[in-house]
């Protein structure tokens, strides 16, 4: 079966959401019931040159990545895309879809010109880190996070 990745459309909402929640170390942070605040994300994204990616097999979103392009202060405000909540529906990994995620993911930011493509990882997703370092990433940082609670 052939995998075609794409942009997001308003009708690959749900099942970006169904993906999200089950991937997801914390699916009581996704909302099903709001797919607007989804697509409105999606929309902002593109409005900032980045982009939120399906791929498709034959019509069944399998997986997605959302891609962000933004000037660094550094590298005399060079640009950057940063790729994040990548997810491959469960019994599709391993058959090439992530890859072709990361490669789509690639393509924008070569096309925005940024000098560096990057993404973080949870520690404990050591499958994911083989993935990333196997597709030519490399581990050059460790990632701080704090959650800004209302």
């Known amino acids: 079966m052939d995998i075609f990745v794409r942009s997001l459309d308003r009708g690959d909402v749900d099942a970006a959401i169904e993906l999200l929640i089950d991937g997801t170390l ?15 994300a999606a929309l902002e994204t593109r ?13 069944l979103v399998v997986g997605v990545i959302q891609v962000i392009v933004f000037p660094h202060f550094q ?3 060079g640009w950057c895309a940063e790729i ?7 019994g599709w990994r391993s058959r090439g879809v992530g890859a072709e995620l990361l490669a789509a993911a690639e393509e924008i930011a070569r096309a925005r010109e940024c000098y560096r493509i ?7 997703r050591v499958e994911a880190h083989r ?12 990632g701080f996070k704090k959650y800004l609670d209302d």
């Open 26 to 40: 914390y699916p009581s942070a996704e909302d099903a019931g709001n797919p607007e605040a989804y697509w409105n």
């Open 47 to 59: 409005q900032r040159d980045g982009d939120v990616l399906v791929a498709d097999a034959d019509g």
């Open 75 to 77: 590298h005399t405000g």
């Open 84 to 90: 994040e909540s990548v997810h491959v529906r469960d």
């Open 118 to 124: 990057q993404l973080t990882s949870r520690t404990m």
């Open 131 to 142: 993935f990333y370092l196997a597709n030519g990433y490399e581990l050059t940082s460790q």
